[in-house]
C-alpha cells in the first residue's frame, strides 16, 4: 500500500508544486491537502495519513505540533520549511516531529526523508564526542574508528564518523571507502543542505548499515577551503542525523580542534604511552581546558599504548596526570595495523581482545552518557 | 636587516607523527656543533615541542619571548639573546626553546618566526628547524627559507605511507629545487611486513639516506638527555654522522635514478 500524505501549506504556489511532486512519487498518495493548519487538525483523520508534512514556516503550526501528534498517533509528522534551522528543528523534533525537510523537495528527498525519520525519527539527545590529542600518532583514529563501530552495534542507532584532521585524515584508509564527496564539500554546501542531503555526503560503511563517514580531504591544501562556522553548523545537523557523532581531528590547538571541542557534548584528550614526554604534553593540555567550568564532566582522557594494560597502571597514570583516566587501551599493533591494512576493525575481527573488550566497556561509558539539545 | 653571509637553515619536517624529528633534529645539530661549526636548533613545534625535553633543559627565555621583542622592535632584535645552550663534552650548541605556555604558542605569528629565523641566520653557521607534522602556515614559511628540508619518513602501515605520498606531492608541488628536498628514511622501531623498495616506487624517488632500526640506542639517548652522536659506537649513531656528513659535501655524493614503475598491487591499490 501507498503512503497516504496529507500537506499542510501555506503558500498556494508552493502547495502546487509540492502536490504535483508528491503525486508523482512512487508508493506516495496525495490524500488531503490544506493551506491552514486548523483545517487538516479538524479534518485530517478520515483519510487515515501515514505521513503529515506541516509547513512551519507560518509560525503558530509550530505551536501545533504538540497536537498533530496527539491527533495523528499513527502518522509520522515532517516539518517542512524554507530553511534549515537547528535551534527550531530541535524544538520541532521535541515537540513531536519525526523530521525536518527542506521545500521545494524532490521526490527523491522525499523518499529518502521518510526512509531515514520513517522507523526511528530524527536523532534527539544525540551526543557528539570530540577526540583531540596533542600530539600526532595518539592511535586515535584506531579508537574512533573500532568505538564507532562498537557505538553501531551495541546501540543499533544511527553513528556518523567525522574526519576533520583536514590534512592527514585517515579514516577513509581505515574503512578503505572511495568517497564521492568530503568535508570540503559538506561544509561548502551546507547553507544549502538538510539533513536528509547532508546524509548523503557521508559514505555507508559496508555491511555496517548504521555507520557512515564523512571522509577528510583529499589533498591538504583543501583543509583551507573548510570554514569554521560552516563545519560548526554542519556538525549540528550532522546531530539530527546520527545519535552519536565522532569527531576526529588534528593534533595540537587550532581553529577546528578548538571549535570541535567547544561544540561537543563531550571531548576526549588521546595520547599513546611510547616512552616520551606524552604525559607532560596532556598535563599541559587539560590546564587548557580547566578555563570551562564544567570541565570535569565535559573533558575525558584515554591513553592507548599502556602497558601493563591493568588497573593498578592506570591508577599510576593518573596520579601522574593528575586526571582522571576514562579507558586505557592495551598495544595491539599488530592487529590493529593488520586490520587496518585490510580496512578491517579490531572490534570486528577480534572481538575478545583486550582492546575489543576496553573500546566496548568505552562504548558502554558513552552510551550512558547524557544527551544535548542540538 | 644586516648585510653579509647568512648560514644555512635545515628543515626536519614530516607528514606523520613521532617519526623521529626531534631525536634527529638534535643530534644534527650535535654533529654539526662537534664538527665546529656554530649552530642553533630551533623548537617550532610551538605548542608541544620536546627538544628541551629532550636536553633536559630549562630555559628561562623562549622563542615567545623573541617573538614579543622583533615585533616591538624589529631594528634592535638579536635572537642571540634569547637562546639557551647545550653542552656535552665537545658537543655545544644554542637551542631556541619552545614556549612554556601554550596561549603563547598558540598567538605567534608567521612573520614572526620568519624574522627570528633570519636574524639567527646571521649569527649561526646552522639553524636546524624542529616542526610539527602539518602544512600550517609556519611550517611553509620554514620550507620557503630552508637550504635543505629533511623530509622524514617511517615505513609503518598504510595510513602513514599514505600521509607519506601526500606530504611527499605536496612539498614537490612547492616548485622547490629536487635538490633541496631530501628524503630520509626513519627504520624506528618498524615491525613491519611493507617492503622498502615498494613504497620507493610509489614515491617515485630513493630515499636520500636510510637511518638503521635502533629502538634501544634511540630511547636511552631520550632518556639521558645526551645526543646519540655523542656515544660514538652505534650504528644509529654512525648513519646519523654519515647524514650530516653528506649535507657538509664530505662525503661522496652518489645520485641515485628516479624510481618508477609498478607498486605491488596490494599496496597499490590505496592509490589510484
Given at each position: 500500500?501507498?503512503?497516504?500524505?496529507?500537506?499542510?501549506?501555506?503558500?498556494?504556489?508552493?502547495?502546487?508544486?509540492?502536490?504535483?511532486?508528491?503525486?508523482?512519487?512512487?508508493?506516495?498518495?496525495?490524500?488531503?491537502?490544506?493551506?491552514?493548519?486548523?483545517?487538516?487538525?479538524?479534518?485530517?483523520?478520515?483519510?487515515?495519513?501515514?505521513?503529515?508534512?506541516?509547513?512551519?514556516?507560518?509560525?503558530?503550526?509550530?505551536?501545533?505540533?504538540?497536537?498533530?501528534?496527539?491527533?495523528?498517533?499513527?502518522?509520522?509528522?515532517?516539518?517542512?520549511?524554507?530553511?534549515?534551522?537547528?535551534?527550531?528543528?530541535?524544538?520541532?523534533?521535541?515537540?513531536?516531529?519525526?523530521?525536518?525537510?527542506?521545500?521545494?523537495?524532490?521526490?527523491?528527498?522525499?523518499?529518502?526523508?521518510?526512509?531515514?525519520?520513517?522507523?526511528?525519527?530524527?536523532?534527539?539527545?544525540?551526543?557528539?564526542?570530540?577526540?583531540?590529542?596533542?600530539?600526532?600518532?595518539?592511535?586515535?583514529?584506531?579508537?574512533?574508528?573500532?568505538?564507532?563501530?562498537?557505538?553501531?552495534?551495541?546501540?543499533?542507532?544511527?553513528?556518523?564518523?567525522?574526519?576533520?584532521?583536514?590534512?592527514?585524515?585517515?579514516?577513509?584508509?581505515?574503512?578503505?571507502?572511495?568517497?564521492?564527496?568530503?568535508?570540503?564539500?559538506?561544509?561548502?554546501?551546507?547553507?544549502?543542505?538538510?539533513?536528509?542531503?547532508?546524509?548523503?555526503?557521508f559514505v555507508p560503511v559496508p555491511e555496517m548499515e548504521n555507520l557512515r563517514v564523512?571522509?577528510?580531504?583529499?589533498?591538504?591544501?583543501?583543509?583551507?577551503?573548510?570554514?569554521?562556522?560552516?563545519?560548526?553548523?554542519?556538525?549540528?545537523?550532522?546531530?539530527?542525523?546520527?545519535?552519536?557523532?565522532?569527531?576526529?581531528?588534528?593534533?595540537?590547538?587550532?581553529?577546528?580542534?578548538?571549535?570541535?571541542?567547544?561544540?561537543?557534548?563531550?571531548?576526549?584528550?588521546?595520547?599513546?604511552?611510547?616512552?616520551?614526554?606524552?604525559?607532560?604534553?596532556?598535563?599541559?593540555?587539560?590546564?587548557?581546558?580547566?578555563?570551562?567550568?564544567?570541565?570535569?564532566?565535559?573533558?575525558?582522557?584515554?591513553?592507548?599504548?599502556?602497558?601493563?594494560?591493568?588497573?593498578?597502571?592506570?591508577?599510576?597514570?593518573?596520579?601522574?596526570?593528575?586526571?582522571?583516566?576514562?579507558?586505557?587501551?592495551?598495544?595491539?599493533?599488530?592487529?590493529?595495523?593488520?586490520?587496518?591494512?585490510?580496512?578491517?576493525?579490531?572490534?570486528?575481527?577480534?572481538?575478545?581482545?583486550?582492546?575489543?573488550?576496553?573500546?566496548?566497556?568505552?562504548?558502554?561509558?558513552?552510551?550512558?552518557?547524557?544527551?544535548?539539545?542540538? | 636587516?644586516?648585510?653579509?653571509?647568512?648560514?644555512?637553515?635545515?628543515?626536519?619536517?614530516?607528514?606523520?607523527?613521532?617519526?623521529?624529528?626531534?631525536?634527529?633534529?638534535?643530534?644534527?645539530?650535535?654533529?654539526?656543533?662537534?664538527?665546529?661549526?656554530?649552530?642553533?636548533?630551533?623548537?617550532?613545534?610551538?605548542?608541544?615541542?620536546?627538544?628541551?625535553?629532550?636536553?633536559?633543559l630549562m630555559p628561562e627565555r623562549t622563542i615567545a619571548d623573541a617573538a614579543r621583542?622583533?615585533?616591538?622592535?624589529?631594528?634592535?632584535?638579536?635572537?642571540?639573546?634569547?637562546?639557551?645552550?647545550?653542552?656535552?663534552?665537545?658537543?655545544?650548541?644554542?637551542?631556541?626553546?619552545?614556549?612554556?605556555?601554550?596561549?603563547?604558542?598558540?598567538?605567534?605569528?608567521?612573520?614572526?618566526?620568519?624574522?627570528?629565523?633570519?636574524?639567527?641566520?646571521?649569527?649561526?653557521?646552522?639553524?636546524?628547524?624542529?616542526?610539527?607534522?602539518?602544512?600550517?602556515?609556519?611550517?611553509?614559511?620554514?620550507?620557503?627559507?630552508?637550504?635543505?628540508?629533511?623530509?622524514?619518513?617511517?615505513?609503518?602501515?598504510?595510513?602513514?605511507?599514505?600521509?607519506?605520498?601526500?606530504?611527499?606531492?605536496?612539498?614537490?608541488?612547492?616548485?622547490?629545487?629536487?635538490?633541496?628536498?631530501?628524503?630520509?628514511?626513519?627504520?624506528?622501531?618498524?615491525?613491519?611486513?611493507?617492503?622498502?623498495?615498494?613504497?620507493?616506487?610509489?614515491?617515485?624517488?630513493?630515499?636520500?639516506?636510510?637511518?638503521?632500526?635502533?629502538?634501544?640506542?634511540?630511547?636511552?639517548?631520550?632518556?639521558?638527555?645526551?645526543?646519540?652522536?655523542?656515544?660514538?659506537?652505534?650504528?644509529?649513531?654512525?648513519?646519523?654522522?654519515?647524514?650530516?656528513?653528506?649535507?657538509?659535501?664530505?662525503?661522496?655524493?652518489?645520485?641515485?635514478?628516479?624510481?618508477?614503475?609498478?607498486?605491488?598491487?596490494?599496496?597499490?591499490?590505496?592509490?589510484?
Amino acid at each position: 500500500m501507498d503512503y497516504q500524505v496529507i500537506l499542510i501549506e501555506n503558500n498556494r504556489v508552493m502547495l502546487e508544486r509540492l502536490s504535483t511532486v508528491i503525486q508523482r512519487t512512487k508508493g506516495f498518495s496525495l490524500v488531503a491537502r490544506y493551506q491552514r493548519a486548523g483545517d487538516a487538525l479538524g479534518q485530517g483523520a478520515v483519510f487515515k495519513p501515514h505521513i503529515i508534512l506541516l509547513d512551519i514556516d507560518v509560525g503558530e503550526n509550530r505551536g501545533l505540533i504538540h497536537e498533530f501528534a496527539e491527533a495523528f498517533q499513527n502518522a509520522a509528522i515532517l516539518c517542512i520549511s524554507n530553511h534549515w534551522d537547528s535551534d527550531g528543528a530541535s524544538e520541532v523534533v521535541k515537540a513531536g516531529a519525526k523530521g525536518y525537510l527542506i521545500k521545494p523537495f524532490s521526490s527523491e528527498e522525499l523518499v529518502d526523508a521518510v526512509g531515514t525519520f520513517g522507523k526511528s525519527g530524527m536523532a534527539f539527545g544525540s551526543k557528539s564526542l570530540a577526540f583531540f590529542s596533542p600530539k600526532g600518532k595518539s592511535g586515535k583514529t584506531t579508537l574512533i574508528a573500532n568505538l564507532a563501530l562498537s557505538l553501531a552495534q551495541k546501540s543499533g542507532e544511527p553513528v556518523g564518523i567525522i574526519d576533520a584532521d583536514l590534512q592527514f585524515g585517515d579514516m577513509a584508509v581505515f574503512f578503505n571507502l572511495t568517497p564521492k564527496s568530503t568535508i570540503v564539500e559538506a561544509t561548502r554546501d551546507i547553507k544549502f543542505l538538510s539533513p536528509i542531503t547532508l546524509n548523503s555526503y557521508f559514505v555507508p560503511v559496508p555491511e555496517m548499515e548504521n555507520l557512515r563517514v564523512l571522509c577528510g580531504t583529499r589533498k591538504p591544501e583543501y583543509a583551507e577551503l573548510v570554514n569554521i562556522q560552516s563545519f560548526e553548523e554542519m556538525v549540528r545537523m550532522a546531530l539530527s542525523l546520527y545519535r552519536y557523532v565522532l569527531i576526529d581531528l588534528p593534533p595540537g590547538f587550532n581553529p577546528i580542534s578548538v571549535a570541535a571541542a567547544e561544540l561537543a557534548t563531550k571531548t576526549y584528550m588521546i595520547a599513546m604511552m611510547s616512552g616520551g614526554f606524552e604525559l607532560v604534553h596532556m598535563r599541559r593540555a587539560i590546564e587548557i581546558f580547566k578555563a570551562w567550568p564544567d570541565f570535569k564532566t565535559r573533558l575525558g582522557t584515554i591513553l592507548t599504548r599502556v602497558s601493563p594494560c591493568n588497573s593498578a597502571e592506570r591508577k599510576r597514570l593518573e596520579s601522574i596526570l593528575e586526571y582522571p583516566i576514562s579507558a586505557i587501551l592495551p598495544n595491539e599493533y599488530i592487529l590493529v595495523s593488520a586490520a587496518a591494512n585490510k580496512g578491517r576493525m579490531a572490534v570486528d575481527i577480534q572481538p575478545n581482545t583486550e582492546l575489543s573488550i576496553n573500546i566496548n566497556k568505552l562504548s558502554d561509558d558513552i552510551i550512558g552518557l547524557q544527551g544535548m539539545r542540538w | 636587516m644586516e648585510e653579509g653571509r647568512r648560514g644555512s637553515i635545515i628543515d626536519v619536517f614530516s607528514t606523520a607523527s613521532a617519526v623521529g624529528k626531534t631525536l634527529i633534529g638534535i643530534n644534527m645539530a650535535a654533529e654539526l656543533s662537534s664538527q665546529g661549526y656554530d649552530v642553533c636548533l630551533a623548537d617550532v613545534d610551538l605548542q608541544f615541542g620536546d627538544i628541551c625535553n629532550y636536553l633536559h633543559l630549562m630555559p628561562e627565555r623562549t622563542i615567545a619571548d623573541a617573538a614579543r621583542a622583533v615585533k616591538e622592535a624589529p631594528e634592535s632584535f638579536d635572537a642571540r639573546e634569547f637562546l639557551d645552550v647545550y653542552r656535552c663534552d665537545d658537543i655545544s650548541f644554542s637551542v631556541l626553546a619552545a614556549p612554556i605556555r601554550l596561549d603563547e604558542a598558540y598567538n605567534i605569528e608567521a612573520t614572526s618566526v620568519q624574522n627570528i629565523l633570519q636574524n639567527l641566520q646571521f649569527n649561526f653557521d646552522f639553524v636546524v628547524v624542529d616542526t610539527t607534522s602539518a602544512f600550517s602556515e609556519i611550517n611553509l614559511m620554514v620550507m620557503d627559507m630552508s637550504t635543505i628540508i629533511t623530509f622524514l619518513g617511517i615505513v609503518d602501515f598504510i595510513p602513514t605511507i599514505k600521509n607519506m605520498k601526500i606530504g611527499c606531492d605536496t612539498i614537490r608541488g612547492l616548485g622547490y629545487e629536487d635538490s633541496k628536498i631530501r628524503l630520509v628514511l626513519n627504520r624506528s622501531n618498524s615491525q613491519t611486513k611493507i617492503e622498502l623498495g615498494d613504497v620507493e616506487k610509489l614515491l617515485g624517488d630513493h630515499f636520500y639516506h636510510v637511518l638503521p632500526n635502533d629502538f634501544e640506542a634511540a630511547r636511552d639517548s631520550i632518556m639521558t638527555g645526551v645526543p646519540l652522536v655523542h656515544t660514538r659506537n652505534t650504528a644509529l649513531a654512525g648513519a646519523m654522522r654519515e647524514l650530516v656528513a653528506r649535507y657538509t659535501n664530505q662525503a661522496v655524493e652518489q645520485v641515485p635514478e628516479k624510481r618508477g614503475g609498478g607498486v605491488s598491487s596490494w599496496l597499490g591499490r590505496f592509490f589510484n
